[in-house]
T-cell receptor, first 111, second 115 residues
Framework: EDKVVQSPLSLVVHEGDTVTLNCSYE??????LLWYKQEKKAPTFLFML????IEKKSGRLSSILDKKELFSILNITATQTGDSAVYLC???????????FGEGTQLTVNP | EAQVTQNPRYLITVTGKKLTVTCSQN?????MSWYRQDPGLGLRQIYY???????DKGDVPEGYKVSRKEKRNFPLILESPSPNQTSLYFC??????????????FGPGTRLTVT
């Protein structure tokens, strides 16, 4: 059975801290891995990763994929209270573009 | 404005009463999908569609139907809702590069309660 596991499930930090969120997967016919941010509404897209070792970066957020070890990390540097959200990882399979999501990591950034 | 719209946003209904949640996108996206989100279970894919008249099951399709007669619309039908279908539902759409998904845009969500 396909599986996407995120860790930690929740994390509380102070503004300015750097955090690393983890996503490991066991999926047949892997195509891509996607990261989303969900505040108290619909998820919004952050990154799509298809190749190992190539970092994607957007401001203070960055992500990288390791297809050999089957995991991805999402880094957030110099965290701000606006980074507080649930971060979701999803894996797309080649068989018809089905998506499997992890449970999410609840990040709370305190001032 | 590029968007995915869902209606209704909130719905309380009774067991067995057929309902439809509509989803529409204005971005000419090929790919559309329905998800349900439950505490402790994350987002789970119900059905998806790669294009008009092409639909396929996701991970939790039981108790749901979909249709894709037009590119912009992808309604979710619950023929006989049951309390275990109480959930937050999201519709999403994406363009396809070949068969590779690009950024998915999510609708605002529909909170369904079945009593």
């Amino acid at each position: 059975e396909d599986k996407v596991v995120q860790s930690p499930l929740s994390l509380v930090v102070h503004e300015g801290d750097t955090v690393t969120l983890n996503c490991s997967y066991e999926v047949t016919n892997f195509r891509s891995l996607l990261w989303y941010k969900q505040e108290k509404k619909a998820p919004t897209f952050l990154f799509m990763l298809t190749s190992s070792g190539i970092e994607k970066k957007s401001g203070r957020l960055s992500s990288i994929l390791d297809k050999k070890e089957l995991f991805s990390i999402l880094n957030i540097t110099a965290t701000q209270t606006g980074d507080s959200a649930v971060y979701l990882c999803a894996v797309e399979r080649t068989s018809g573009s089905r998506l499997t999501f992890g449970e999410g990591t609840q990040l709370t950034v305190n001032p | 404005e590029a968007q995915v719209t869902q209606n209704p946003r909130y719905l309380i209904t009774v067991t067995g009463k057929k309902l439809t949640v509509t989803c529409s996108q204005n971005m000419n996206h090929e790919y559309m999908s329905w998800y349900r989100q439950d505490p402790g279970l994350g987002l789970r894919q119900i059905y998806y569609s790669m294009n008009v008249e092409v639909t396929d099951k996701g991970d939790v399709p039981e108790g749901y139907k979909v249709s894709r007669k037009e590119k912009r619309n992808f309604p979710l039908i619950l023929e006989s809702p049951s309390p275990n279908q109480t959930s937050l539902y999201f519709c999403a759409s994406s363009s396809l590069t070949g068969t590779l998904l690009s950024e998915q845009y999510f609708g605002p969500g529909t909170r369904l309660t079945v009593t």
